[in-house]
């Protein structure tokens, strides 16, 4: 598996914004990986955040989750091969370790559903506070 990195988590004031970037190591390429965030807040369940499809995928598609619809943008820079996440109005309860990961190769390449058992390669988390 590829190892993803995270960066740009921190903390921030509720209303704020942060960018989250995730990228692979040796100069991998995200681009034909269905890449997702997931995140996971203490005594919670790990939850998908959003995904955005491989850029091979003909019906490409984003998903986001209902909680950070409107907010929160994922998007890609082919020309690096890697993904970021925009993260607006920023509420307590975004708090959260924040986890990029890319889809499994054999897998479909779109986002209509997105599970953590599909996703092989895992970074090791960014710590996202909301916090006044």
């Known amino acids: 598996q590829v190892q993803l990195v995270e960066s740009g988590g921190g903390l921030v004031q509720p209303g704020g914004s942060l960018r989250l970037s995730c990228e692979a190591s040796?100069?991998?390429?995200?681009?034909?990986?269905?890449v997702a965030w997931f995140r996971q807040a203490p005594g919670k369940e790990r939850e998908a955040v959003s995904c955005i499809s491989s850029i091979s995928n003909k019906n490409g598609n984003t998903f986001y989750t209902n909680s950070v619809k409107g907010r929160f943008t994922i998007s890609r820079d082919n020309a690096k091969g890697t993904v970021s996440l925009e993260m607006n109005s920023l509420k307590f309860e975004d708090t959260a370790v924040y986890y990029c990961?890319?889809?499994?190769?054999w897998g479909p390449g779109h986002c209509r559903i997105v599970r953590d058992v599909d996703y092989t390669s895992w970074g090791q988390g960014t710590q996202v506070t909301v916090s006044s």
């Open positions: 990961a890319a889809e499994a190769p």
């Open positions: 040796f100069g991998f390429n995200l681009n034909h990986f269905a």
